[in-house]
């Protein structure tokens, strides 16, 4: 039993601010990379920021400047700090990591089930 569990999404007026928070919950033995993808209405899913296991982190041209990845280690847990959101953030936004359960030595890519974004005008 594991799964990746979102939360902080909702509805703010354009130039504000929101953090998602995921936290990996189960019998875990380590998790690796870390990352925020998201998916619009008609659009691809696509990748938001991500972040590995020793903090190197890489953004989405679209987010640079204006969103930060983070992680908790110790939490198992990865955060996304958006300021000076924009409409086009509208979107559902979905943890990614893969981890590692305890008696297994192969790493699973798991998936949240989403948390809705939506930046209003």
């Known amino acids: 039993q594991v799964q990746l569990v979102e939360s902080g999404g909702g509805l703010v007026q354009a130039g504000g601010s929101l953090r998602l928070s995921c936290a990996a919950s189960g019998s875990i033995a380590s998790v690796n990379a870390m990352g925020w993808y998201r998916q619009a209405p008609g659009k691809q899913r696509e990748l938001v920021a991500d972040?590995?296991?020793?903090?190197?982190?890489n953004y989405a041209d679209s987010v640079k400047g204006r969103f930060t990845i983070s992680r908790d280690n110790a939490k198992n847990t990865v955060y996304l700090q958006m300021n000076s959101l924009k409409p086009e953030d509208t979107a559902v936004y979905y943890c990614?990591?893969?981890?590692?359960?305890?008696?297994?030595?192969?790493?699973?890519?798991?998936w949240g089930q989403g948390t809705q974004v939506t930046v209003s005008s």
């Open positions: 990614n990591a893969d981890v590692k359960l305890r008696y297994e030595l192969r790493y699973r890519n798991l």
């Open positions: 972040i590995t296991s020793g903090g190197r982190t």
